[in-house]
């Protein structure tokens, strides 16, 4: 007898309806969550609200156009042509108002990253005048979480699944009925991908939320990215040898396009974490820390 768990749940919230939807409130839900964490933070630190409604500005958008602009130009396709399945798919470069459809899903956290990076970057420099290092310490948690919730919707979308297994927790995902997800027509027990990284995700949140209140991380710049980004994109790597390729190229090369990402990212964070931080960059970011933030 074949050991797998059934996985029915459906997004759908309202018969006939595509929105609202369980992975739109995980989405949000996760958002909200990550709000209240670096809330609590600014708060400890004597920071107005008025910066964190300014980094919510930034940091929302960026989320939703980097991780949609992600998907489009890393796992496309750019153009209309027929897969290797025999499959016609219809390119975002030929059909640009393609990409607006975000509801129709396609989210890659590595254009998120970047974006929200680049954001970050304008948000220290025009907004609290600190170094970039310093937001990035505080927003990593908040992130880890809000990852954790958006796995979840991935979860409950039937979407980014595993590759087949016999492991007693597979799971069979009985509305991914399309062809590359079937074995024989047949639907099949795969790897919980979403909630693995779910669960790591939450992981990576329990270790930086420890580490920002009960360790002195906090007042070494970059520290607490680094170990963000070690935790994250690790996990990542790892977890995409079980998680069926989302493009073409996943399924020629050795290593699949959201591993490739991932290295860079990896490499940032054991340079951060390991590093030696020289003396005039912590004085520099001990006055900008120590210099309060005006009310405005």
Known sequence: MELAIDWNVESQLIDGW?????????FV????????IIKRMFKSEGISEKYLDKLLLYVVPATIIGARLGHVFFYGPWHD???????FEKGYLDHPMEILKVWEGGLASHGAAIIILIMLYIYSKKVVDRPMLWILDRIVAPIAIAGCFIR????????IIGTPTDLPWGFNFNHALEEEYLVDGKVVPRHPSQLYEAICYLISFIVLYRMYWKTKAKLSPGKLFGVFMILIW????????????QNENDNIWFLKTGQWLSIPFILIGLYLTFRKVPEKEQAKFDEAVATPLPLK
């Open 18 to 26: 595509s929105t609202p939807n369980l992975y739109g409130l995980l």
């Open 29 to 36: 839900g996760g958002m909200i969550f990550g709000y209240y």
């Open 81 to 87: 042509g027929f897969n290797s399945k025999g499959h």
């Open 152 to 159: 979840l919707g991935n979860l409950v979308n039937h979407e």
């Open 234 to 245: 690790t996990a990542r790597f790892f977890i995409e040898f079980i998680k069926v390729g």
